[in-house]
């Protein structure tokens, strides 16, 4: 339904663009909109996956700074202390992460028709959504373990790497 949702307005959009017919403009830019905030949702639902662990981790944090809890105590709490994170970014090597976003990668190509080269823009989109999570956990990090030296054990040149070496370029 999500993906029929994302590839309906998707042709939409682009039938409207190539067509320029005149008093559709308004219609044209909300399903481009409709078509673009669809596949943004649809690829966060399933980015959860790959960094699993330190995504249940952070929302955690998270909550705990949004209840008022200052940075510099988060670490005191026993499951959000330094070694736990320690212990989660041990497990997420480049393998795994490469091995996690791949299996991301194969479900949502089943997902999509060949012909409006919609898998594409999902890996552009997702490949955007993941660097912008790991670079949040990498802020959340340095607030609050700012003298831990926590690292992930991977770049995001190597996330770039992981996408370009899978997502078809047209």
């Known amino acids: 339904s999500e993906v029929a949702t994302i590839e309906n307005y998707h ?3 682009h039938f409207l663009f190539r067509n320029k017919i005149d008093g559709l403009d308004k219609f044209r830019t909300h399903c481009h909109k409709k078509s673009k905030d669809s596949l943004e949702q649809y690829v966060k639902s399933y980015l959860g996956t790959p960094l699993d662990k330190i995504n249940v981790f952070f929302e955690g944090v998270k909550l705990k700074l949004n209840s008022g809890v200052p940075h510099q105590e988060i670490g005191f709490y026993s499951e959000f202390s330094k070694q736990k994170l320690k212990a989660l970014i041990a497990d997420y090597t480049v393998k795994e992460v490469k091995k996690g976003l791949e299996s991301v990668m194969k479900k949502i190509e089943k997902h999509f028709t060949k012909e409006q080269n919609l898998f594409t823009v ?20 340095k607030l609050c373990y700012p003298d831990a030296g926590l690292k992930f054990s991977f770049s995001i040149a190597q996330i770039h790497a992981i996408f370009d070496g899978k997502s078809p370029r047209h």
């Open 11 to 13: 042709f939409i959009y």
């Open 122 to 141: 999902a890996c552009l989109t997702m490949q955007a959504e993941f660097i912008k999570q790991v670079e949040g956990y990498e802020n959340l990090m």
